[in-house]
């Protein structure tokens, strides 16, 4: 994985995301099928595969999975693959961003 800002060959297009600025910040992570993790992020590539450490999950309720149980479970290092990536949140907060289809 290339560290953040590495420019991207080939297509001549830039990366769709740009996380540079969230570069070892805490992130909340929403994953396909429900899970939650929260994690350092340390690096992440144009397919937005994302490295994150100290990464904790947040469990979900197994009789409701659209609620938390309360519980996390430390998981380390990870790899978050970018095609299991939903969101992306800061731990800092969120920003407004303009609108990119706006004319």
């Known amino acids: 994985m290339?560290?953040?800002g590495a420019a991207t060959g080939g297509s001549g297009r830039?990366?769709?995301l740009?996380?540079?600025r969230h570069m070892d910040k805490r992130v909340h992570v929403k994953?396909?099928?429900g899970r939650?993790?929260?994690g350092t992020l340390k690096g992440y590539d144009q397919l937005v595969n994302l490295v994150l450490d100290e990464t904790v999950?947040?469990?979900r309720d197994p009789s409701d999975p659209y609620k938390e149980s309360g519980l996390?479970?430390?998981l380390g290092?990870?790899?978050a693959r970018g095609t299991s990536v939903m969101s992306i949140i800061s731990a800092d907060g969120m920003e407004e961003i303009s609108n990119p289809f706006k004319t």
């Open 72 to 74: 996390s479970r430390p």
């Open 36 to 38: 939650q993790v929260a």
């Open 14 to 16: 830039g990366q769709a």
């Open 57 to 59: 999950e947040y469990m």
């Open 77 to 79: 290092l990870i790899v």
């Open 31 to 33: 994953l396909v099928g």
């Open 2 to 4: 290339k560290a953040a």
């Open 18 to 20: 740009d996380l540079s």
